[in-house]
């Protein structure tokens, strides 16, 4: 389906499997995004406080500092084994977190659900960097990262329909079939051999891989440390405007499962946007652009955070903006180790790892102890260093 958006200058294997990549990822996202909004729901079911739970996160965003290593696994193995073997340890996290009796054991599954979604995410970036130019892969990652938003759109606004209709338990038991099932399918319709290094590389002047450099210059560093502030910045809000609506306007899982889709529209439209014009507008200054409109629209979170309906309004504006600038940062990932793609993104997701270790327990504190209005104004904080640190790359690159 995705693949017919693209012509014929493009790959057949791209425009095969762009689709099978997509879905694969959409359900893996599912299972790792559905915490964020049902964070409240799922503590009460465990018996433990917001703040507690948000320390479980922490451990499970430290596990990315594990992500350079998944980069090398990745370049050694087959990028059929890395997408289909990672939405099925991503499954199994999910049948893990479903059946846990307590913080422990959910913390395990939420490892299990991070690890292998990154060997996922890595897997299929790989996979597009095999294949498709930097100058034209904008395109190509925007489509394949509307899985991301639909994550959100279809797979947690699914499961928040299977929470409210039973438990979270079962919530989480129904994505990991799914994600099982799907890995199947997509371990049939991959093609087993593609690897690296690229037997067709598209750009003929790119170092060979045995005599690429694998080192970053000072500009790979500002964007790796810019996406680190970038997702700092989300996970500020995105870890508790669930909680905010549950407690200050007791809304119902139904109605969260309802606000989770029309975020995930917004993200829809974000990435969407991202695949149409990131490569004609600038990557940087896609992100650069996102990012001040984030911190705008947790200004206004901040000001109206006594109303429900405003609010989520700045909310959905400030998910989606997130949305369309990391779209527009993943291209970059690709290119930052010469010759070692796998590695460049692994790095990406190492730096989102970190940032959302950073960040969950200080926003789920200021929201326990001041409100959604406190983690507003640390999330505007983390935007405008984002905002820098990219704005410092773009001089960095002029001054090579």
Known sequence: MLGRTLDDSYPAAIRRDVTTIAVARLSGHALYRYIGPFIAVVARGLDVTVTELGVALTVTGISGLGAPLIGRIVDRITRRAAIAGGLAGVGLGGFLTSVSTGLFWFTVGLLLISTFGMILVVGAGAWIADHVAFERRGRVVGLVETAWALGLLVGVSALGLVTALTSWRWAYAVGATVAIVIAAIAWQRIDGTAGQPNPAPLVAD?????????????????????????????EAL??????????????????????????????LGASTLSSLRTDRWGKERSVIGGALVMMGAAGGLFLL????????????????????????????????????????????????????????????????HHGIGASAILAATWALLAVTLMALRLLAQREA
Request: glycine share 8%; hydrophobic share 55%.
């Open 238 to 267: 995105f870890v508790t405007f669930g909680a905010w609506l549950k407690d200050d306007f007791d809304v119902n899982d139904a109605v969260l499962a309802a606000a989770t889709f029309g975020l995930g529209t917004m993200e």
């Open 305 to 368: 955070d006594d109303w429900a309906l405003p609010g989520m309004v700045f909310v959905a504006l400030f998910i989606g903006c997130f949305e369309f600038a990391i779209v527009s940062a993943i291209p970059i990932a690709g290119d930052l180790v010469p010759g070692r793609p796998a590695r460049g993104l692994a790095l990406l997701m190492a730096s989102s790892a970190i940032g959302r270790a950073i960040t969950t327990i200080p926003t789920t504190w200021l929201y326990d």
């Open 206 to 234: 790119k170092p060979p891989v045995a005599t690429a450099v694998l080192r970053m210059p000072r500009a790979g560093w500002y964007a790796v440390l810019g996406v680190v502030a970038l997702v700092c910045a989300s």
